[in-house]
Antibody, heavy 115, light 107 residues
């Protein structure tokens, strides 16, 4: 079964850091581009970051540029999002999604930034 | 930054056709994608590359494009189609973008 499973969410204070992981299974992870997408409570989808299949091309949304770092380990079939200098407005469900038209999504992991 | 514009809400009676638009300057050059999201669930891909339908998506979901506007049409709307719908595309320089979302209400 093709599947993405996120982990690593939780409660963190403003200015803190968190690392999200996304474990892929059921497909050849190394051949697919990947993305992180977030959704604040009651709000719409917001694209966060993209990484090419090899990791050589990376894009970020302006709202996270300089604070978040996307990476991947194709040997471990895993995608990561290192989030630093977290702000209250980063509170959201974070999804990883396979870029084939964003055809596969994980179930999401909740990140809450609050003092 | 690049933006995609959707109407916040669309209402339609059961059996009718709902049309949800998405506007963006780069849409003539970049493919558009459509997603359905029900409450508490992850989004589901409905349409890719403007008008292609993934396997398992009913034929009553269709996509079209005209200039800087793409449209998702849902024919024979059913109560189960009540959900949020999002368009998505890419900036010409690479970053992806989602529209603000449209809440479809089945009257």
């Amino acid at each position: 079964e093709v599947q993405l499973v996120e982990s690593g969410g939780g409660l963190v204070q403003p200015g803190g850091s968190l690392r999200l992981s996304c474990a892929a299974s059921g497909f050849t992870f190394s051949t697919y581009e990947m993305n992180w997408v977030r959704q604040a409570p009651g709000k719409g989808l917001e694209w966060v970051s993209y990484i090419s299949s090899s990791g050589s091309i990376i894009y970020y949304a302006d709202s996270v540029k300089g604070r978040f770092t996307i990476s991947r380990d194709n040997a471990k079939n895993s995608l990561y999002l290192q989030m630093n200098s977290l702000r209250v407005e980063d509170t959201a469900f974070y999804y990883c999604a396979r870029e084939n038209g964003f055809d596969i999504w994980g179930q999401g992991t909740m990140v809450t930034v609050s003092s | 930054s690049y933006e995609l514009t959707q109407p916040p809400s669309v209402s339609v009676s059961p059996g009718q056709t709902a049309r949800i638009t998405c506007s963006g300057d780069a849409l003539p050059k970049q493919y558009a994608y459509w997603y359905q999201q029900r409450p508490g669930q992850a989004p589901v891909l409905l349409i890719y590359k403007d008008s292609e339908r993934p396997s398992g998506i009913p034929e009553r979901f269709s996509g079209s494009t005209s200039g800087t506007t793409v449209t998702l049409a849902i024919s024979g709307v059913q109560a189960e189609d009540e959900a949020d719908y999002y368009c998505q595309s890419a900036d010409s320089s690479g970053p992806r973008v989602f529209g603000g979302g449209t809440k479809l209400t089945v009257l």
